[in-house]
C-alpha cells in the first residue's frame, strides 16, 4: 500500500512542482482532520513526509502549514498551498481557503472540494465513488507533455473520487 501511494503522491508532487516553480510550497496539515479521527494520524504523517520529502528530490522549497495559519491569514499568496491529504475541510478552513485563492493564492486540492471551490469551477454537485470491483480511477496516464520525470503510467487500487453529478458541454 505504501508503493502505491508514494506513487499517487509523486504525480501530485511533480504537479505542483512545475505549478511552483516561482513559488515557495505550503503543505496544508489536516489540523481538524487529525483532531476528530486520531488514529488516521500515522498515514497522514507518512503521507505528508512523503510528499515533503518528493518536493526535496525535485528542489522545490516548501514547509508544512497548519489550519490556523491559513484561517489567520497568515499563508502569503506567493505560496503554492497543497491540500494533499483532505479527506475533508472544515467551514472556517474553506472559507480561509477561498479568502487565500482571492488574493492570488493558487492550491491544489485532492481528496475533496469544498462547495464554494465547486462553484467556482463550474462544478455543481460532487458525487463520491469509488473505484469499486470495476476498476474505475486505476489507472492515472501521463500526456507526451507531462513535466519531465512523470510516470507514464500510475496504478492505484485504493482510487476513489468525488465525480461530477453531471457534465455540460
Do not use: K
Not at 489567520?72 to 479527506?87: K, Q
Not at 477561498?98 to 464554494?116: I, N, Q, T, V, W
Amino acid at each position: 500500500m505504501a508503493a502505491r501511494r508514494r506513487c499517487s503522491i509523486a504525480t501530485i508532487v511533480l504537479l505542483a512542482a512545475t505549478m511552483a516553480r516561482a513559488h515557495d510550497v505550503a503543505l496544508l496539515r489536516p489540523t481538524q482532520y487529525l483532531l476528530d479521527h486520531p488514529t488516521a494520524a500515522g498515514e497522514v504523517h507518512e503521507y505528508l513526509q512523503t510528499a515533503r520529502d518528493l518536493l526535496a528530490t525535485v528542489g522545490v522549497r516548501h514547509h508544512t502549514v497548519e489550519e490556523s495559519a491559513l484561517v489567520t491569514g497568515s499563508v502569503p499568496p506567493r505560496e503554492f498551498l497543497i491540500c494533499a491529504y483532505n479527506p475533508d475541510m472544515p467551514r472556517e478552513v474553506g472559507r480561509a481557503l477561498e479568502a487565500f485563492l482571492g488574493r492570488g493564492g493558487s492550491a491544489l486540492l485532492c481528496y475533496f472540494c469544498p462547495e464554494p471551490f465547486r462553484q467556482r469551477l463550474g462544478l455543481g454537485e460532487l458525487v463520491y465513488t469509488p473505484a469499486g470491483e470495476q476498476g474505475r480511477f486505476r489507472y492515472l496516464s501521463a500526456r507526451p507533455s507531462a513535466v519531465p520525470g512523470m510516470p507514464e503510467l500510475v496504478r492505484q487500487d485504493s482510487w476513489n473520487a468525488y465525480v461530477p453529478a453531471t457534465l455540460d458541454p
